[in-house]
């Protein structure tokens, strides 16, 4: 009997960490892989400073790092992210969590389905990453707010604000709005 075989390539998951016993510690742990490479995610739930709703700080680290290779600096944008509640979400098939990270100066959007275990336990995120577009510049890959509201405002009616989530077939089956 053959073992299935699944294609992970942009693709990731956060689980509970269960075994979170200070606040230093992640509340969620996964893993994704983003152009072949395959990263160790962590999150953290965090408050805004200014007020708002929380969200989920990430911090990415390449699996085949060695264990004690530097962490980035805190300014360091590099392999860090965020996911939030997407407030836009008013069918099933939008994400619950919408975000961006950014890997190697590269922008990355990341859309999260909440989702059941097949057997007994906690729910899971399953992630999404799609290359940012648009909003992204090429020299530090950190998102340009004026481009971004450029293209909001360019828009036209009908046409999706964001690209869509690619199918496992390479198709686009359902269109998503990215709220940020």
């Given at each position: ?18 075994r979170?016993?200070?606040d ?8 994704c ?31 085949d ?13 590099n ?38 275990p ?5 729910d ?11 909003g ?7 998102l340009?707010?004026?481009a971004?509201l ?10 999706p ?8 077939a ?9 709220p940020?």
């Amino acid at each position: 009997m053959s073992e299935k075989q699944y294609n992970n390539e942009l693709r990731g998951v956060l689980f509970t960490n269960d075994r979170r016993e200070t606040d230093g510690h992640p509340h969620y742990q996964g893993n994704c892989e983003v152009e072949g490479v395959s990263y160790w995610l962590s999150g953290w739930i965090q408050q805004p400073k200014k007020g708002g709703d929380d969200f989920v700080s990430l911090a990415l680290r390449r699996k085949d790092a060695p264990k004690d290779a530097p962490r980035p600096a805190k300014d360091d944008l590099n392999l860090r992210g965020a996911l939030f509640v997407n407030d836009r979400k008013d069918t099933p098939e939008k994400p619950d969590y919408t975000g961006r990270c950014q890997i190697a100066d590269v922008q990355w959007w990341i859309n999260g389905w909440i989702k059941a275990p097949r057997d007994a336990g906690d729910d899971f995120i399953s992630l999404v990453f799609e290359r940012a577009v648009g909003g992204a510049t090429r020299s530090t890959g950190r998102l340009d707010a004026r481009a971004l509201l450029a293209k909001a405002r360019s828009r036209v009616p009908g046409q999706p604000n964001q690209p869509t989530q690619p199918t496992a077939a390479g198709k686009n089956d359902f269109n998503d709005d990215i709220p940020f």
